[in-house]
């Protein structure tokens, strides 16, 4: 009899225990069950060989063709070579040690997986793939009795594996482990099982690890899917509810105040989505219950202002507003922006200041102990109707007045637990809470990662607005291209524009990770060169093809005051040229730049690189954004730049960046628990499940809110809870 909660270590024995503890996280028995293949071999169909990447970690189901042993220098040694072939195609596996061994066992027409990491092998007629002493399993070889028994049918379970276990030894402590495994009581209700059709979990996890045939496998991943969507939506219904639940303080529009002001001075019209998305944000605040609402909008769609309006109706109605920005540099600039667009209605108390005027307070982490001690009592005292700042502001410190609305910008760095950790802030009461987001995020994962929200949109730019072209410059293939861009900014700023150059490494410093937040520049193979510095490149800019022209710095290492001193500069017209990493990607506003060339390119996400663009081009000038890099025309690196280069929609874009990414790193950046929560459910492509679990799930919570009739469920999802809590303290 085994359980999901008993360790590995006991059932399988020390050594496996460890092994899959160290290699791939696996403690338990319920972690190795969730484990599950990644895909299935067919016993009778070979492996692909021409699809093998380079460095890539691979199991291959191949057949020897030929073995031959070569003396080697060290007349002790002996080199043995095996070719495997899939009929085409051959790869080459390489053993140094116990020839004998393994000639005895390969021989030419046996079958087997073998599993390893691929390296090139590049002379001058040939390209030959290799796998050096790579472990292998033998199909059909009955020197190995054992091997067989692990697949129960013609197919042959491929799992994620390590180097030290390979997916034949997971397919073995599977087998062992169904073998006397007590499934769990089943989280799914069975009322619900029989509407959807879906089979239980002990079949379930039986056929995904020990299918019999493709029928099986497709069974059991549709029922394991409804275990995860339905988990997650039932842990947002319940959110929902109890928030829906809670008091709030009505904070009414006024047309007598600093909102109404505010109107009569607006420099521009306000684009209708802004309209629309304002007086739906107008009614929520005037409810007894808290707002929840997700704000997308387009890069450059204004959602400053629409959050502005909201937290002038809130001190209007005697409340407090709090701006959160994910870096100092965003919130430095909230904070110039929003004194500066507010005027002297931001002078209250002060001598000229409007009688309606309020005050904007800032706070971030590295303010000077005076500066710091000036806006905790402005906050405190509510003469600061608004305040922005960084993470300082969620500090235990920070007592607010009467806090009223939360807003949070670019909600992608934030989590549901910093947002609940500012609603605190309101004592008895609950702020009304207001998250911004320039990510666009297809409706399933709007669904799944801020499924407790409501959503509205703002699909509008302003009037006015020219497109940003996007280029891509191939360096390594047509390096003259790379200085005609140089040539294009020294143009734009010769005109009065203003030019961003992001590199994406500060440079500078050992092991040196620059800002680098959510770029692929760690991945692949580690014999690239290093990305391309901040502080290698400004210097080569400013004494090269930029002489003459006044260039900045500006990276995530530099002191606070130096950031600001240093935007402030730029968007004052006074830096020409901003050399700078991702700290510019969010929210930056000069509308005078009017050119972004982003070296290395191809290190950074697609959502990200789109974000970075959306730094120019909004003004009325057209801006122009220009993706340099090294990789080869046909990779697909260079097609993700290509996808970039060749449309400004950001939800197309958003796609295509999840598409590429595992779906446990979307969550990741937002809500899941260190081991992600969704295995088997792909959120772009299982939109139905999830659709149909939120359905049930809602449905489940409208009638029993603390799910007293299910316990099982009730204790995964306070699981999945501990487990982002835990995820949550280790950032802080
Ligand atoms: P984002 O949605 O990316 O945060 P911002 O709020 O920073 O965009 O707005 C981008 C720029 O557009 C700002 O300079 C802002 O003043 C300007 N803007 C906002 N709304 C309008 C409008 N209705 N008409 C013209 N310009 C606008
Ligand atoms: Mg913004």
Redesign the pocket.
Known sequence: MTTFEESLTKVLGAKTGKALATHLGLETVGDLMRHYPRRYAERAELTDLASLERDEHVTVLAEVEKVTVRPMRDPRKKLLEAVVTDGRGKLSLTFFNKPQWHESRLKPGTRGLFAGKVSEFVTRTTRKRQLNHPEYVLLDGSSDGETIAEFAGSLIPVYPAAAKVPSWQLARCARVVLDTLVAPEDPLPADLRRRHGLIDLADALRMIHRPRDRGEVARAKQRLKWDEAFLLQAALAQRRFAANALPARPRPLRDDGLLAEFGTRLP????EG?REVGAQIAADLARDHPMHRLLQ?????????VALRAMLQTVDAGGQAALLAPTEVLAQQHHRSITAMLGDLAEGGMLGGSDKATRVALLTGSQSAAARREALLEIASGAAGIAVGTHALLEDKVQFADLGLVVIDEQHRFGVEQRDALREKAGDTRPHVLV?T?TPIPRTVAMTVYGDLDTSA?TQL???RSPIATHVVPAAEKPNYLTRAWDRVCEEVSRGRQAYIVCPRIGDAEGDEGDISDTDAGAGSDERRPPLAVMDVAPMLADGPFSGLRVGVLHGRLHPDEKDRVMRAFAAGEIDVLVATTVIEV?V?V?NSTVMIIMDADRFGVSQLHQLR?RVG??RLPGLCLLVTDAMAGSPARERLDAVASTTDGFELSRIDLEQRREGDVLGAAQSGRRSSLRMLKLLRDEDVIEAARQEATALVAEDPSLESQPVLRAEIARLLDEERAEYLEKT
């Open positions: 521009f019209e306000l684009t802004q909008g387009e890069v450059g769609s204004g959602k400053t202002v911004m320039a703002l302003p009037a006015g929210g506003d509308p959306g909004r003004g």
